[in-house]
């Protein structure tokens, strides 16, 4: 197990930007910038022992200033959407960016994905971890409360990728951090993930209106287009004639994931029959935003890359029958998500 540290970019101010490469012997290395936590790439092996790159990526820090897409970065302080940019905590009405008119998206104009964090490291036998820092004054972009954040990145010896987060604040406040990493597990970047089998672990999903924002009703998956309690190609039934689809353009939904109580158990995987590569994905959240890539651009097209954004629902803070996001001050949010990496 080893971690690398290197030099990536430097602002003109002169801060310097790192990028941490950490290895096992199994032949999977991951990348991570303490540029917004970003992973800029995970090199896995395939059936034929191939080694390459399956999450989307840029090679320059200014591709990631500029980026609105979220490629591989730390989302926070609030993952996904809040509708009309606005939330009652307490008596207080608290008013945040619309960066997604007219909601709120992913922390803002200037959300985790864009701040520098403090950097450590530290290997074990069987695993080497990047520890990241971030303290969010109180009002940043709107939110209360001074929030200390720590996201721990662990590579294991057995080829999982774990990300702990961990939050404290001295005011009441609202939390929900994730990662927002676009798999594409062909490791051809100019080929869609259509041809990927998913399989999420969830009965139902959270219908949206035309704002992307949960409309309160939680509804079954079965006999829809958002079935996938058992493995099905993304491609299937992505084009189907369906409200909810039309609306997304594509698969953009969050899933209310099975036994929320039980803690950090597998809830979603994916398969590329042609490399052979198998992911699976574990978590201890309620919920998971499926993203079938539908606004990618530029140096990506479209469906190049899908994201499996482990979370609270989104707009919670508007929705009082959602599970709570709300931190105190003297509580820990703490939530766990892991990535194994697999041939089959």
Known sequence: MTIQKEIYAQFNNGKIIYSFTLKNKRGVEVKILNFGGIITSIKTPDKRGCIENITLGYDSLQHYIDDNSYLGAIIGRYGNRIA?????????????????????????????????????????????????????????????????????????????????????????????????????????????????????????????????????EISLVENTPFDFRT???IGKDIYADNKQLKLGLGYDHCWCLNYPDKGVRKIASAYHKKSGRLLEVFSDQPGVQFYSGNHLKGSYLKRTGFCLETQHYPDSPNQNKFPSVVLCPGEIYSSKTSYKFLIQ
């Open 84 to 216: 009309n940019g606005k939330f009652i905590l307490g008596d207080t009405l608290y008013t945040l960016a619309k960066n997604n008119p007219p909601n709120h998206l992913h922390g803002g104009d200037s959300g985790f994905d864009k701040k520098t964090w403090k950097a450590t490291s530290k290997i074990n036998k069987d695993s080497v971890s990047l520890i990241l820092n971030y303290i969010s004054k109180d009002m940043e972009e709107g939110f209360p409360g001074k929030l200390h954040t720590t996201v721990l990145y662990t590579l294991t010896s057995d080829n999982s990728l774990e990300i702990e987060y961990k939050a404290k604040t001295d005011k009441k406040t609202i939390v929900n951090l994730t990662n927002h990493a676009y798999f594409n597990l062909s490791g051809n970047f100019n080929s869609d993930i259509l041809d990927h089998e998913l399989q999420i672990n969830a009965d139902k999903i959270l219908p949206t209106n035309k704002f992307l924002i949960p409309t309160g």
């Open 231 to 233: 493995f099905k190609p």
